[in-house]
DNA sequence: GAGCTCTCCTTGAAGGTTAAACAAATGGGG
DNA sequence: CCCCATTTGTTTAACCTTCAAGGAGAGCTC
């Protein structure tokens, strides 16, 4: 029941280094509930919405994406950066998708590499019938639980965590420039 | 770049229901920024430990579980309660980590159903090889960014999040006796 | 101790994810 | 215009996860 950073003994003396500076007992705490936490969060959500809407978490997400975009189509590039996924494992979603007959290709017709991923009225659909559900689960995992101190600052760390870790949004690729 | 929880219009007015209760402006914010952030915090760490480990985030997390237990073992069981996952996907994972010559299965003498993951030397060695850089990652990702204030807040969120997905913990799946 | 149920763990198949390799189109120099 | 690096999106194969099913032992009840 231990936390998933330390291996040899914890040493915390003021070694210059060649020691790796492990996790105090405190850091280790919150690393093991947050890892705990969101596993549990995710699986939960997973297993919901399998089970509701027949897909798992991430592509109920592609198709909210799409709710929302302009005409309901996004290009894969873009859809790929909002959600924060690979090219690659959009177009195997998206390959699903069309499967289900909830999204739809299209060509983009000013560069004829690009594609559209199209929402389908059908996956319009899906999303309306399923969303209140969906939005329950996550109240009740979530947002039932907590004041609305801990929301807010919920939200500040996540936005802090995400940005440190954006693959290259504007700067942060130059660390050095800090 | 909208949240995954509006379909429809955002309906906070003070109708009795049959219009689901959506998430308010803030709490998708906030929702937005936790789905990005474990998103990219979880597929920054599974690559980080696939290159200099050669194994997931989560079978790292099975070794250092291991590596913390009594004789190096746990019983399948234990294990994939400590580790949150099921059964199958412990046996799946086990049955890789065992490939690698990292885990060894044992037979428990008290229970012939039974099995232990043991942690081999070899495994051990992974670990220790491998600690310092993972740790380093967590911390470069994580706790470099925030203030103790919001380490020691995120610890009780996680903590409240976790207790109440928990499958079955004492007495947690008892709802009616809160 | 026979029958029942439950727990422990594994299996196989179906589906999702990853990494690397690729074709096609674009676009910026020369 | 031509070259070449880059961008866009797909594909393949290996790997991981899930779900449903099942074998086998434990343990309870009668």
């Not at 040493?11 to 093991?32: C, F, G, H, I, K």
């Not at 997973?46 to 089970?51: A, G, I, K, T, V």
Request: hydrophobic share 40%; glycine share 6%; proline share 6%.
């Amino acid at each position: 029941m231990e936390c998933m950073n330390t291996a040899p003994a914890p040493a915390d003396t003021a070694a210059p280094s060649d020691e790796p500076r492990w996790l105090t007992a405190e850091e280790q705490r919150v690393w093991r509930f947050y890892m705990h936490a969101s596993t549990l969060l995710e699986d939960h959500l997973d297993r919901q919405l399998q089970r509701d809407a027949g897909m798992p978490h991430i592509y109920y997400g592609l198709l909210v994406q799409l709710a929302e975009a302009p005409r309901r189509r996004l290009r894969m590039t873009e859809l790929a950066m909002n959600a924060k996924i690979t090219r690659s494992r959009l177009s195997h979603a998206i390959a699903r998708l069309e499967k289900n007959g909830w999204v739809r290709r299209e060509d983009c017709p000013s560069d004829k590499r690009g594609q559209f991923a199209v929402l389908t009225d059908e996956g319009y659909g899906v999303l309306r019938r399923t969303a209140p559900g969906h939005v329950a689960a996550v109240r009740q995992a979530l947002f039932e639980r907590l004041t609305p101190e801990q929301q807010k600052s919920l939200g500040e760390i996540m936005e802090i965590v995400a940005e440190g870790l954006q693959p290259n949004e504007a700067g942060a690729d130059l660390p050095w420039l800090r």
